[in-house]
């Protein structure tokens, strides 16, 4: 009895062991599966932000091979702090030899001076992802930004890694700026304050505005009418039938009076 006990807890204890392998290669088998829609026979693995593409020195890219990069439904290059945002990687190898994709990874600078670096992002490696002569092949890429970053405008460089003959290649699929913002919305901190500002100067402008309107129309109304006496408008004419002939007969009618 006390054996049969204890093989049950050996067996349970294996069982728990045996758990997590279990579900890595699960896990591994719907990344391939994924990825085989894209590049057929390629295996699909993710290392750590901080991993370093392992080099002897600067890899230059290869004769005949180009790249382009998309990012689907994503035309503003909006990307969440915090959260996955994937692009896709285009390769297409106009060269002599096939060659074999290694990794793609990438890097975060500030836009006004690239040798500051903002975070290295994810290494992404790709296992058996052979790209033959004349053919074109898409490669997913997913990376997330740190939820710490402060939202703005960054310079996003991305490099595809990948072997002709067992010698190491690498072509820059993508170096632009991306906007970062933060989790949850696509209004930062500061496009909020840009947007309230805009409605406080809008508003006061109105203010402006009617004010003028109101000072305008009090100009603008009819002024009260001058009524001038006989005797000022006679003073007047007067004045200039002075010296006159019709003058001087006018005086003598009032002398005959």
Not at 131 to 150: D, G, H, I
Not at 183 to 199: K, M, N, P
Not at 228 to 254: C, H, M, P, V, Y
């Amino acid at each position: 009895m006390a054996i049969r006990v204890w093989l049950s807890a050996l067996l349970l204890a294996f069982l728990l062991a045996a758990s997590p392998f279990t579900q890595v290669a699960r896990a591994q088998s719907e990344e391939d599966a994924a990825t085989a829609e894209v590049v057929e026979g390629a295996d699909l693995g993710i290392v750590g932000d901080d991993t370093q593409v392992s080099s002897d020195g600067p890899l230059s890219p290869a004769p005949g091979v180009e790249t382009v990069c998309v990012f689907p439904k994503n035309a503003g290059k909006i990307v969440p702090a915090g959260e996955e945002t994937e692009l896709l990687v285009g390769l297409q190898n106009e060269g002599e030899s096939t060659l074999n994709v290694v990794a793609v990874h990438s890097t975060l600078h500030l836009p006004y001076d690239h040798r500051m670096y903002g975070q290295n992002l994810t290494v992404q490696n790709f296992f058996n992802a052979s790209v033959p002569v004349s053919v074109q092949a898409t490669f997913p890429y997913t990376f997330v930004v740190s939820k710490f970053l402060q939202p703005g405008a960054y310079d996003l460089v991305g490099y595809i890694v990948y072997e002709i003959d067992q010698h190491p290649y690498q072509n820059v699929f993508y170096n632009g700026t991306i906007e970062v913002v933060e989790a949850g919305g696509l209004l930062s901190v500061e496009s909020v304050f840009l947007i309230t500002l805009g409605i406080a100067l809008l508003g006061l402008f109105g203010l402006w505005a009617y004010g003028q309107v109101q000072q305008l129309s009090k100009k603008t109304k009819k002024a009260p009418k001058v009524e001038l006496g006989t005797g000022t408008t006679d003073a007047n004419i007067d004045e200039w039938l002075e010296g006159t002939s019709f003058a001087q007969r006018s005086k003598s009618k009032k002398k005959q009076t």
